[in-house]
Every structure is written in structure tokens, then in C-alpha cells.
């Protein structure tokens, strides 16, 4: 077992708790919101439908944070990164912007 590496990664608590605070924050804020938290392999670990959120946005919220996963953020994907990828986003429909 010399060969094995121990991996860490977000814990299902800490999930919810940054679930608990977007969602606070978007009810300071006065919208609904769908929130989604990934682990570091890029699955769901936490996720919250606020009443009222758009069904439609479900699937946003997860593909927006499966992008974040690269360290940037959506505009700033999009306006750099995107240009240079284009051909590759039909490959990859995870990633949202």
C-alpha cells in the first residue's frame, strides 16, 4: 500500500455551511437562487432550490460551479479562456458561463 495517496476534500459539513450562507445571502439580497457545491473531482456535495428559483437554473448553478474548479472565475473564463477554447466547448458541456 506504499503506492497509495491519501486525498482531501470538502466535508459534508462544510458544504452545507457554505450552502446556508449563499443562501442567506441571496435572501439579504432579495432573490431565489439554486446553490451548488462540488467536491474537488467536480460532484455535487451540497445543493439548495430556494422557492421560487427557476427550474431551469439547477442545472446552471452545478455547470457554473463545476467551472469554478478551474480557479476563475465565470467572466473572467469566459472572457479569456473561451476565446482560445472555443472548439473545445462542444466537447465539454459541463462548462458554463
Not at 449563499?22 to 439579504?28: D, L, P, Q
Amino acid at each position: 500500500m506504499a503506492n497509495v495517496v491519501k486525498k482531501h476534500s470538502i466535508s459534508s459539513e462544510l458544504a452545507q455551511k457554505m450552502v446556508d450562507a449563499a443562501v442567506a445571502k441571496a435572501r439579504e439580497l432579495g432573490v431565489s437562487e439554486n446553490v451548488a457545491i462540488l467536491d474537488d473531482g467536480g460532484n455535487l456535495k451540497a445543493f439548495s432550490r430556494m422557492d421560487g428559483a427557476s427550474m431551469p437554473t439547477i442545472e446552471i448553478a452545478q455547470k457554473k460551479a463545476y467551472t469554478a474548479l478551474f480557479g476563475v472565475s465565470t467572466q473572467d473564463f469566459f472572457s479569456t479562456l473561451s476565446r482560445a477554447t472555443r472548439r473545445f466547448w462542444p466537447a465539454s458541456p459541463r462548462l458554463r458561463v
